[in-house]
């Protein structure tokens, strides 16, 4: 199948975002791909915004099943998060799991007046009541197919597929 | 090898000692320590992995500091931790170390941190329970202390950043230390080019060369140019005069000082397990010096023990 063009979707992510943020506002990226986008946005936003990083590994559901898998850097929310209005931000949204661990987190550091959900694909998959207020496009794929986002050769952004079996 | 730390997929699931150890299971662990660190500058220290788990510090041996921090890396992954001064109850009603084990295991404790003056005890224990049982050393006679070796290693790669152009120096009672022991096996692993040991014959174990170590009697030289300096509790209980004349006679041979330490190069760190013996293996100041990551060390044991905790913990069979 043809996958959506990455660069094209984190644009209109970028000026939905951008409609909406204020000086309370503080961005999160979900690692890796998130924290790939909130970068890649970072300097276009029409002010200085303060942001942070997540990595949820160590709030998973399925530490019991599949072990701890650290493969990206530490959590940092340097910032005060208390009252303020939090945009997390993912690549790709399917059942819900991670944003729960995330969302977990994040209570662990203060007490957001906030959160929104602003992620490029919405796979329909959601097994829980959360669901992202921002998305750029909705795909359905196989389960066990896993969408990506990486960097080719030319530094863009571009979708893969991969197989997996979990 | 038989290796009883690893199961039959090669993933860690007890930590006995340091030999055994790949280079990639070591940084596995210092680089997941890493992440933990972090949790503990948070305000709420804790993350949920290990919640309804049963932690229990199995001490045969007296420890103040080792206990308490695995307590406290315990509790801050969320385990129900539950302390047993063996030495102080069953053990002198006379049960033996596999009944009491056994007895924690029928109230469905999940991982056991064992600390006794036996050298092996860990390993004897580890081979004799149930594949979802995680066994942690946390000391063994002279043997091994595992976690010790490998916060220590943590340490000097926090200030050090590589472990491949260094020289270590480890000062004092090697004979019955299993400090050392860890850290000379940790050390060599992450490629350490240069361990030094540094004490008087009587201290040293035989054919200590053959662990990979250069050996220096005379302090002033074996600290010529290192960059970690590791210094080691002499135990009171040797200064009886059999191994040793008096704590004065050690300090004035063998403790640092400041004029020895500017031996050592100008950046160098030093390091002390604990619990220190002021005045008879290190001076006071050189204790409290800018260049003393002893308080540190303490700070990254809690990391490093949760690490070790969450990869036993999340290694299923």
Same mark, same amino acid.
């Given at each position: ?12 992510? &970028? ?55 650290? &493969? ?10 208390? *009252?303020? +209005? ?9 059942? *819900? ?16 007046? &906030? ?52 | ?48 992995? @290990?919640?309804?788990? $049963? ?6 041996? +007296?420890?103040?500091?080792?206990? $308490? ?24 009603? *006379? ?28 390993? =004897?224990?580890?081979?004799?329970? &149930? ?9 063994? *006679? ?11 290693? =943590? ?19 090697? @004979? ?74 050690? =300090?004035?041979?063998?403790? @640092? ?41 303490? $700070? =990254? ?17």
């Amino acid at each position: 199948m043809n996958l959506p063009n990455a660069e094209n979707l984190i644009e209109s992510l &970028k000026n939905k975002i951008n409609a909406i943020i204020d000086s309370n506002t503080v961005l999160i990226g979900v690692q890796r791909g998130g924290e790939l986008i909130l970068q890649k946005i970072l300097p276009d936003l029409k002010e200085p915004i303060a942001t942070g990083s997540i990595n949820a590994s160590f709030y998973r559901d399925d530490f019991s099943s599949r072990g701890l898998k650290i &493969k990206n850097t530490p959590s940092k929310i340097d910032t005060e998060i208390d *009252g303020k +209005n939090i945009i997390l931000i993912d690549d790709v949204f399917s059942t *819900g799991r991670t944003v729960r661990a995330a969302m977990n987190e994040i209570f662990d550091y203060g007490r957001p007046s &906030k959160i929104i959900l602003a992620v490029l694909i919405d796979r329909n998959e959601q097994e829980l009541p959360i669901a992202p207020q921002i998305y750029i496009e909705k795909i359905n794929l196989p389960k066990n197919q896993h969408l990506e986002l990486v960097f080719d050769k030319n530094k863009k952004f571009i979708f893969q597929l991969k197989e997996s079996n979990v | 090898m038989f290796n009883p730390q690893l199961n039959e997929k090669g993933n860690l699931n007890h930590l006995l000692s340091i030999e055994g150890l790949s280079k990639e299971k070591i940084l596995q662990i210092l680089d997941t320590a890493e992440s933990f660190l972090k949790i503990g500058e948070r305000d709420v220290k804790k993350v949920p992995i @290990l919640r309804g788990k $049963t932690v229990c510090n199995v001490f045969f041996e +007296n420890s103040t500091r080792t206990r $308490t921090t695995f307590e406290i890396a315990a509790k801050r992954l969320s385990a129900d931790v539950i302390n047993l001064n063996v030495a102080t109850s069953s053990q002198s009603k *006379g049960e033996t170390i596999l009944d009491t084990i056994n007895n924690l295991i029928a109230m469905n404790a999940d991982i056991f941190v064992v600390r006794h003056s036996s050298s092996g005890a860990a390993h =004897f224990i580890a081979s004799h329970v &149930k594949p979802n049982i995680h066994i942690i050393n946390a000391g063994d *006679g002279n043997h091994s202390h595992p976690t010790q070796g490998l916060l220590d290693a =943590f340490t000097i790669r926090k200030y050090k950043t590589n472990f491949n152009n260094l020289k270590v120096a480890i000062v004092g009672d090697i @004979l019955h230390s299993r400090v050392a022991r860890s850290n000379i096996h940790a050390l060599n692993i992450l490629g350490v080019p240069e361990i030094r040991v540094i004490a008087p014959k009587t201290l040293l174990p035989y054919e200590v060369e053959k662990l990979g170590v250069h050996v220096f009697h005379d302090i002033d030289k074996g600290l010529k140019d290192v960059d970690v300096i590791m210094m080691l509790r002499v135990q009171n209980e040797r200064m009886d005069g059999v191994m040793l004349p008096s704590q004065e006679e050690y =300090f004035k041979t063998y403790g @640092l000082n400041q004029s020895r330490l500017n031996l050592a190069k100008k950046e160098a760190i030093v390091m002390h397990p604990g619990p220190m013996n002021r005045g008879v293996e290190i001076d006071s100041a050189v204790a409290d010096s800018e260049q003393s990551v002893i308080l540190p060390q303490v $700070t =990254f044991g809690i990391a490093v023990r949760m690490s070790v905790m969450a990869i036993l913990a999340g290694q299923y069979s």
